[in-house]
């Protein structure tokens, strides 16, 4: 079962705008972390952010982490083109990460 | 490195037939583990291990098998395919101790007729 879920589902914005990315999780975490998987292609690791930490930036992601009310946001700025793709949340031990369903960005040119 | 090697690509196969995919590592990662993708449920773990001779069961390891001989390989087998097995299977891999991120293999796509 799915210990994160994203919301939304589906986002469509224009290049150059901001995308924002929202992520819930049902029970107490260590750490998040944010995969993108381009269409046919396996999932990358965009960034993880720990259970003590607030906000972290890398580049052009900023993830955000409130622990109280078990969820975190991937804000995307100034998107392109090439950000079209799933981004998924991900949560839970080690050993046995689970992902959420996904977010299917597409940033039109 | 090539980093996560998977083989194969596409296969399709036959209800009741069995095969293997390969998943190969060459980053020294002592955990490995398989992942199906499926439309609308996102990625669900079948089965890893977190080293040579160790493994164990996700939350989806009915129909499959898994064995770890050596730290690089991890193949993934399924023992009498079913129509319910029809999906992409991804092959991940990461050092363990402190959480890290997973490497992942492209995808093997698996059609069962």
């Known amino acids: 079962s799915q210990q994160g879920e994203e919301d939304p589902q589906a986002l469509s914005i224009q290049e150059g705008e901001n995308a924002t990315m929202n992520c819930s999780y049902k029970?107490?975490?260590?750490?998040l972390q944010w995969y993108r998987q381009n269409s046919g292609r396996g999932l990358v690791h965009l960034i993880l952010i720990r259970s003590n930490e607030r906000e972290k930036h890398s580049g052009r992601l900023r993830v955000t982490l409130d622990t109280s009310k078990k969820s975190s946001s991937l804000l995307i700025t100034a998107s392109r083109a090439a950000d079209t793709a799933s981004y998924f949340c991900a949560t839970g031990p080690n050993s046995k990460l689970t992902f959420g369903k996904g977010i299917t960005l597409s940033v039109r040119p | 490195n090539a980093g996560v090697t998977q083989t194969p690509k596409f296969q399709v196969l036959k209800t009741g037939q069995s095969m293997t995919l390969q998943c190969a590592q060459d980053?020294?990662?002592?955990?490995m583990s398989w992942y199906r993708q499926d439309p609308g449920m996102g990625l669900r773990l079948i089965h890893y291990s977190v080293g040579a001779g160790i493994t164990d069961q996700g939350e989806v390891p009915n129909g499959y098998n898994v064995s770890r001989s050596t730290t690089e390989d991890f193949p993934l087998r399924l023992l009498s395919a079913a129509p319910s097995q029809t999906s992409v299977y991804f092959c991940?891999?990461?050092?363990?101790?402190?959480?890290?991120?997973?490497?992942f293999g492209e995808g093997s796509r698996l059609t069962v007729l």
């Open positions: 991940a891999s990461r050092f363990t101790g402190q959480a890290g991120e997973l490497f």
């Open positions: 980053m020294n990662h002592e955990y």
């Open positions: 029970t107490s975490i260590n750490n």
